[in-house]
Every structure is written in C-alpha cells, then in structure tokens.
C-alpha cells in the first residue's frame, strides 16, 4: 500500500512550483494543520525563498 502524500513547494514571492516531496500519512500527527516552510532556491526568483507546502 502506498500511503503517501504528495507535498508540493511554492515558491512564496513569485509562486512557481519548485519541488515536490512525499510524505508518508502517518508521520502527520493530530496536528494537522501544521504547514511545511522551507528556505529553497526559486530558479525562477533566482534567489532563496521561503516555499510553502501546497496540496
Ligand atoms: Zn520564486
């Protein structure tokens, strides 16, 4: 069984999908509301950007 989630990184200034990541379901806890945030390099920006989780 493949119980995972495909998370999607946008790029926070110019909105560009950078990276996709996958995730298993189980390591969400309870707290489900939680969002990922990660300082990636936006080829797009040309510069680090903060990227956020998109699904
Ligand atoms: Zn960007």
């Known amino acids: 069984m493949a119980d995972k989630v495909i998370i999607k990184l946008v790029c926070g200034d110019c909105k560009e999908q950078n990276y996709v ?3 298993g379901k189980k390591s969400q806890g ?26």
């Open 21 to 23: 990541l996958s995730r």
């Open 30 to 55: 309870a707290s489900g509301g939680e969002k990922l945030q990660l300082k990636k390099f936006c080829s797009r920006c040309r510069k680090h950007t903060l990227h956020k989780e998109k699904r």
